[in-house]
């Protein structure tokens, strides 16, 4: 019944003020700077901090060495093209990057490399993404976790509640791996390897 909440809609979800898609395109070809700096004496948790300034210490329970997950079958030619451009995209904006040379012999050594999939959601737009879930779960600790649900936030929300919503991917990319972790995140380019 969007009609009957469209008053306590953000403008923006109703199709009011959206920047155009082409715009939105350019932007996510744009380099996206990390800048350590800026997350320094802001007040956040000590474990924040260290975290956006140092990166994502990964705990593992065990060593498993190298480990590699071969490549899935690509669906379609244009499923092959959309992962192309995808990981050339993340290498773009620095959210990927090639192994240094001096470090290659390491990760030929120890590192699990992760392939990629892809999932078309509709027909001119495609969502390149990597599986880890095989590789790097064979030997990292985990934690107990279950993401709620509206019925879970129910006792907390008031008629003064806002909801907002968050780009985990935009996020995920923003939070650093700290150098000692990298390895754990290996995959090989779709398009050469």
């Known amino acids: ?94 959210a990927l990057e090639y192994v240094p040379a001096l470090e290659v012999e390491g990760v030929q050594a120890a590192s699990q490399i992760h392939p990629w999939t892809v999932v078309a959601q509709g027909p001119d737009k495609w969502r390149a993404c990597l599986d880890m879930s095989v590789a790097l779960n064979r030997g990292v600790r985990s934690m107990p976790f279950g993401l709620p649900t509206v019925w879970d936030v129910r006792r907390v929300v008031k008629l003064t509640s806002c909801f907002a919503k968050v780009d985990c991917r935009v996020g995920f990319f923003s939070v650093p791996i700290h150098v000692g972790s990298r390895n754990r995140f290996v995959m090989r380019h779709p398009g050469t390897g």
């Open 1 to 94: 019944e969007h009609e009957a909440v469209r008053h306590g809609l953000d403008p923006r979800d109703c199709g009011i003020g959206v920047e155009p898609s082409s715009e939105k395109a350019a932007r996510s070809w744009r380099p996206m700077v990390h800048d350590p700096s800026r997350w320094v004496g802001k007040g956040l948790p000590a474990a924040v901090e260290r975290l956006m300034t140092e990166g994502a210490r990964i705990d593992v329970e065990a060593e498993i060495g190298f480990f590699e997950v071969p490549q899935y079958p690509w669906p379609s030619a244009q499923a092959l093209t959309e992962g192309i451009l995808e990981c050339d995209r993340h290498l773009a904006i620095g």
